[in-house]
């Protein structure tokens, strides 16, 4: 039995979980997420507790039942709170500024860069190097962080580029140096 799956995933006061025709809905005060449950796995509520359970052993079923109940816990955990995720651009001349449904970063390179911010995603600049996305959607939160991370990777040599905030970016020796 999966350590992760057995654990049930307790329902926090405000959000309400639907569970029909083979799907789990999460509603809560931000949103509304749904999420198809394949075949093999069973979903129940049970109290304040959802619980996840597998119908049989098969190898494909034991895989997925973890991630399942992971996956839930998100559901929950987003349409209550939210995920968020902060960048930081590191370099002389490199700033970030919001242009109406698009986030233009200037970089380092002759243009400045775009990206359309998808639908149910909030992007903000608090500062000119720093930029928050923030979601109901972890994975959809991740996803256009990586993007924007993907625009400009740290550097090894000067450590210039977007990284996570927080994120060490580890520094090679220039070649002069290295002797």
Not at 1 to 19: A, C
Not at 68 to 76: G, K
Request: aromatic share 2%; glycine share 12%.
């Amino acid at each position: 039995m999966s350590r992760i799956g057995k654990e049930p995933v307790k329902i926090v006061k405000g959000v309400e979980v639907i569970i029909e025709n083979g799907s789990v809905s999460v509603k809560g005060s931000k949103e509304k997420l749904s999420l198809e449950i394949p075949e093999g796995i069973v979903v129940e509520i049970e109290g304040e507790t959802v619980v996840i359970k597998r119908a049989n052993d098969q190898k494909l079923v034991r895989s997925l039942h973890g991630t399942i109940r992971v996956l839930i816990a998100n559901m929950i955990k987003g349409v209550s709170e939210g995920f968020k995720k902060e960048l930081q651009i590191v370099g002389v001349g490199y700033k970030t500024k919001m242009d109406g449904n698009a986030l233009v970063l200037n970089v380092g390179f002759s243009h400045p860069v775009e990206i359309k911010i998808p639908e149910g995603l909030k992007v903000t600049t608090p500062a000119i190097n720093r930029i928050v996305v923030e979601g109901v959607d972890k994975q959809r939160v991740g996803e256009l962080a990586a993007v924007i991370r993907r625009v400009k990777r740290p550097e090894p040599y000067k450590g210039k580029g977007i990284r996570y905030l927080g994120e060490e970016v580890r520094k090679k020796v220039g070649k002069a140096l290295a002797k």
